[in-house]
């Protein structure tokens, strides 16, 4: 079966001053629509797609560690399509068009594969793997360090606090330093 595309908006026509595009499958249904953004006049479009009965799997990597929306991570999905294995990766980014955002989750198209193995690299250079994860889901992954099993991917205040000590520590040694260059002692003859 084939996806279709079907607009939600009403207009003469798709073409007009376009400022951006952002896809998402922001029904839930794994299929990923279209939204484009338009400019003074031309209304802005939905397009909705209809799918296929494909399998999919779509996951949202969840920053602990390196920053709350995991900006930068690159998730691998590999799975046996058609009697081939396939590698897809997506990395989640910020700014994915000129005026508009994607989704900061990560979809994967099936086929009629039964099962696939994800693998997450989050910026703090931390990976999770997950083998023989189910599809037509949708799912979190946290990040979490190998010395945080039981913390579930949340890292405790008190873990974080010797190190924010040391950053502060540092600074003010550096606050003294540059203001000592900046305002030396005058000597009197």
Do not use: C
């Not at 951006?20 to 499958?25: E, L, N, P, R």
């Amino acid at each position: 079966m084939k996806a279709t595309l079907s607009s939600t908006s009403r207009g003469e026509g798709v073409l007009g001053n376009s400022r951006g595009s952002a896809i998402a499958d922001y029904d839930n249904d794994g299929n990923l629509d279209v939204f484009v953004a338009n400019f003074a006049t031309t209304p802005n479009w939905l397009f909705h797609s209809n799918g296929t009965d494909n399998n999919f799997l779509v996951v949202k990597p969840v920053g602990t560690i390196s920053n709350r929306n995991a900006i930068g991570a690159k998730v691998t999905a590999v799975a046996t399509i058609g009697g081939e294995e396939v590698t897809q990766v997506r990395e989640i980014t910020t700014a994915s068009s000129r005026h508009a955002q994607d989704s900061l989750s990560a979809d994967f198209g099936l086929g009629e594969a039964t099962s696939m193995d994800i693998t997450v690299k989050f910026p703090s250079e931390i990976v999770v793997e997950l083998k023989q994860v189910e599809p037509n889901q949708t799912f979190e992954i946290l990040e979490a360090a190998p010395s945080l099993t039981n913390t579930g991917g949340i890292v405790p205040p008190w873990q974080t606090l010797p190190m924010v000590s040391a950053v502060f520590f540092i600074a003010g040694v550096l606050f003294l330093v540059f203001w000592r260059i900046s305002n030396p002692r005058s000597v009197r003859p």
